[in-house]
């Protein structure tokens, strides 16, 4: 059977803004790692979105990282 649902399609039920790439490059350190450059636009209108997506991006790498070396994602490692 198909379930019919019939509710208002309201403006809270849609994403607000597409999202957007954001440009990047990958580029060597001088101690031969590979880092990732993030292209942002200052004079954009929607810088403050893309700066929180690439914020965000992050700190879920951090977290990644975080819980492949110490087993958590939100402890800072012991340095000692």
């Known amino acids: 059977m ?3 649902i019939i509710k208002a399609l309201d403006a809270e039920n849609k994403r607000s803004s597409k999202r957007r790439k954001v ?3 990958r ?4 101690d ?3 880092e990732t450059r993030y292209r942002l636009d200052f004079a954009a ?3 403050g979105t893309t700066f929180g997506m690439v914020f965000q991006s992050a700190a879920n790498k951090a977290r990644r990282e975080n819980k492949r070396v ?4 939100d402890v800072e490692p012991d340095r000692g």
């Open 27 to 30: 580029v060597r350190s001088a």
């Open 32 to 34: 031969g790692t590979i």
């Open 70 to 73: 110490i087993g958590a994602a």
């Open 23 to 25: 440009r990047y490059e």
């Open 45 to 47: 209108a929607d810088f």
């Open 2 to 4: 198909v379930e019919i």
